[in-house]
T-cell receptor
Framework: GNSVTQMEGPVTLSEEAFLTINCTYT??????LFWYVQYPGEGLQLLLKATKADDKGSNKGFEATYRKETTSFHLEKGSVQVSDSAVYFC????????????FGTGTKLQVIP | DTEVTQTPKHLVMGMTNKKSLKCEQHMGHRAMYWYKQKAKKPPELMFV???????INESVPSRFSPECPNSSLLNLHLHALQPEDSALYLC??????????????FGPGTRLTVL
């Protein structure tokens, strides 16, 4: 079956620090990969996505590259802000029509001033 | 516009009450989903509707009853819930495109507390 593994949190960083949240996956075929963000007390927001190998998704200064050879989709940001404090979920959806999302366990990010 | 709306935002109910959660999208999406999210956990899929027909039921207890009255609306009817059903209930929607992957867009959720 499909699975997504994320680094354990919480991750605590100072403002303007570099962020990496690791994500690796196991899946058959060619899934699409996603990062969702959940701010405290809110629903999930799509942060970025990549649908094929070597694609780079980017949004709001965050980036992630679909690496099929290492089955990874690590999330990076060059300079985090306090407002980036949230829980980040890596996810995959198999190809072909509507499908069940497989989520990672989530990584909580705390950015301190 | 990638907005999914949900009402109410918060709901407190007793174990004998009957209540409904509502979800709406106007993106022309033909698949809609209900998820349950417990604290510090990822969302868990409950139901999937595709073209207003129930496609997936993840062995959810019958005290949860979904309904999709049209392509824009999704309801979740609640009856005789248990305190362990307290959670954030998320609605999502996606297009249904054969041969490609459908991105799911989530609503803000309904925070349900069962007393």
């Amino acid at each position: 079956g499909n699975s997504v593994t994320q680094m354990e949190g919480p991750v605590t960083l100072s403002e303007e620090a570099f962020l990496t949240i690791n994500c690796t996956y196991t899946a058959t075929g060619y899934p699409s990969l996603f990062w969702y963000v959940q701010y405290p007390g809110e629903g999930l927001q799509l942060l970025l996505k990549a649908t094929k190998a070597d694609d780079k998704g980017s949004n709001k200064g965050f980036e992630a590259t679909y690496r099929k050879e290492t089955t990874s989709f690590h999330l990076e940001k060059g300079s985090v802000q306090v407002s980036d404090s949230a829980v980040y979920f890596c996810a995959l959806i198999p190809s072909g029509g509507y499908q069940k999302v497989t989520f990672g366990t989530g990584t909580k990010l705390q950015v301190i001033p | 516009d990638t907005e999914v709306t949900q009402t109410p935002k918060h709901l407190v109910m007793g174990m004998t009450n009957k209540k409904s959660l509502k979800c709406e999208q106007h993106m022309g999406h033909r698949a809609m989903y209900w998820y349950k999210q417990k604290a510090k956990k990822p969302p868990e899929l409950m139901f999937v509707y595709s073209y207003e027909k129930l496609s997936i039921n993840e062995s959810v207890p019958s005290r949860f009853s979904p309904e999709c009255p049209n392509s824009s609306l999704l309801n979740l009817h609640l009856h005789a819930l248990q305190p362990e059903d307290s959670a954030l209930y998320l609605c999502a929607s996606s297009q249904v495109m054969q041969g490609s992957t459908d991105t799911q867009y989530f609503g803000p959720g309904t925070r349900l507390t069962v007393l």
